[in-house]
Nanobody
């Protein structure tokens, strides 16, 4: 069974940085595409960043390009999201996602709040 546990969310001032971690277990981590999503209060969940299983190539939402970096350490079964130059509009619950074919699994999320 796939288990994903996010951590690292916090309250941070605008311009600050955070690194989110997603610890994975119960599946072959290197075989899955890993992504970070976020869901602001009252809004739909949106894709933030993705890193592929085959090449490690990455993709980002326009709103976070140049500020966020997704990475994965297959040996540690962990995916990270480095978030720099944080803005209030980045405030959301951030979710880790693992996908392989029709299989898609989610963590429970970690809260990121950006405010003065």
């Amino acid at each position: 069974q796939v288990q994903l546990v996010e951590s690292g969310g916090d309250l941070v001032q605008p311009g600050g940085s955070l690194r989110l971690s997603c610890a994975a277990s119960g599946f072959t981590f290197s075989s899955y595409v890993m992504s970070w999503y976020r869901q602001p209060p009252g809004k739909e969940r949106e894709l933030v960043a993705t890193i592929t299983r085959s090449s490690g190539s990455t993709d980002y939402a326009d709103s976070v390009k140049g500020r966020f970096t997704i990475s994965r350490d297959n040996a540690k079964n962990t995916v990270y999201l480095q978030m720099n130059s944080l803005k209030p509009e980045d405030s959301a619950v951030y979710y880790c996602n693992a996908r392989r074919g029709t299989i898609s699994s989610w963590g429970q999320g970690t809260q990121v709040t950006v405010s003065s």
